[in-house]
């Protein structure tokens, strides 16, 4: 039950000492305002009214209590408001945990573009594997990126999809081959990433809409998209990645893009927050703002086969 609207409804009972008259001068039930008053009597520990089937009055702690109702529902509505301040309003700290290459080149220019909507927010930026807590580590959101995720209990914002493409460089194709379907990959060292792979499976789509799964493997793995890439550079075997991270690689020619007519599966990039209750109103913002801003990116815009 909610203290100021059972004191308000204790106003109009008290002022007209009829259960009837308050139920229709406030549009509620009859049950509604008996239950209320019934709260409000628990919650003080005393009788409020003397009632029968023909009279209401009030007892001498229900006096006392409507003189003061309006004073005490005035208080709580100002506590709430003091607490609630930091929660509706824009401004205070964020914390946001996030994958480095992303969030070092792509998030932090969504980031400057929201500190400079809203100047009365900070951001204190985090930049991890992807397994930090976010109670442990007293964070806001956490910034994933995924095929899935792992823990469906976790309370997630999807902002967007990021395509992916799969890459390797010219040398490593002269020695080794060009690898034509998904099913050719089997025969490459590919390079995988243990988060967005952990099972070393990769899934493409073809032009039929057709699924093609391959289980790959080579010599090396990691967690880091950044390790992949320098090993792939280094013609060292063949890796998938986000699009937006070897973007420079294609132009440049330093790597090409494999497959084509072949779509790898997407990463969704989702917002992982502590509680979708109560959430504080400048982490609403930024989630709102994050999905504006990756709506419009750049490298969702270009086709991703080649």
């Known amino acids: 039950m909610n203290l100021i609207e059972c004191l308000d409804v204790f106003v109009e009972v008290g002022k007209s000492l009829n259960f009837s008259k308050a139920a229709a001068s406030l549009g509620v039930s009859n049950s509604t305002v008996t239950k209320k008053i019934a709260w409000l009597e628990a919650h003080f520990e005393v009788q409020l009214l003397n009632r029968n089937t023909k009279h209401v009055s009030l007892t001498e702690s229900g006096r006392l209590l409507l003189e003061n109702a309006d004073m005490l529902a005035q208080s709580v509505r100002g506590l709430k408001e003091l607490v609630q301040g930091p929660v509706l309003t824009a401004s205070g700290r964020i914390r946001i945990g996030t994958p480095p290459s992303f969030g070092a080149v792509h998030l932090a220019p ?70 034509r379907t998904p099913a050719d990959l089997e025969r490459h060292n590919c390079l995988v990433h243990t988060l967005k792979a952990p099972t070393s499976h990769w899934t493409f789509t073809d032009s039929r809409r057709a699924t093609h799964v391959v289980r790959v493997n080579g010599s090396f793995s990691s967690n880091l998209g950044e390790s992949i890439q320098n090993l792939a550079r280094l013609g060292h075997g063949i890796a998938m990645h986000p699009r937006y991270m070897v973007e420079s690689d294609i132009a440049a020619g330093r790597l090409q893009v494999l497959l084509p007519g072949y779509e790898p599966q997407g990463l969704d990039i989702y917002a992982i927050v502590q509680t979708r209750r109560n959430l504080p109103h400048k982490v609403r913002l930024f989630v709102k703002h994050l999905r504006a801003w990756f709506r419009d990116a750049d490298w969702k815009r270009r086709p991703v086969l080649e």
């Open 110 to 179: 969504a980031i400057e573009d929201f500190l400079r909507r809203y100047p009365s927010i900070k951001v204190s930026l985090l930049l991890d594997d992807g397994r930090s807590d976010l109670i442990a580590e007293n964070l806001d959101l956490s910034v994933r990126i995924a095929p899935r995720l792992k823990d469906t209990n976790q309370i997630a914002y999807r902002i967007t999809v990021v395509p992916q493409v799969v890459v390797a460089t010219s040398a490593y194709l002269q020695a080794h081959g060009t690898p």
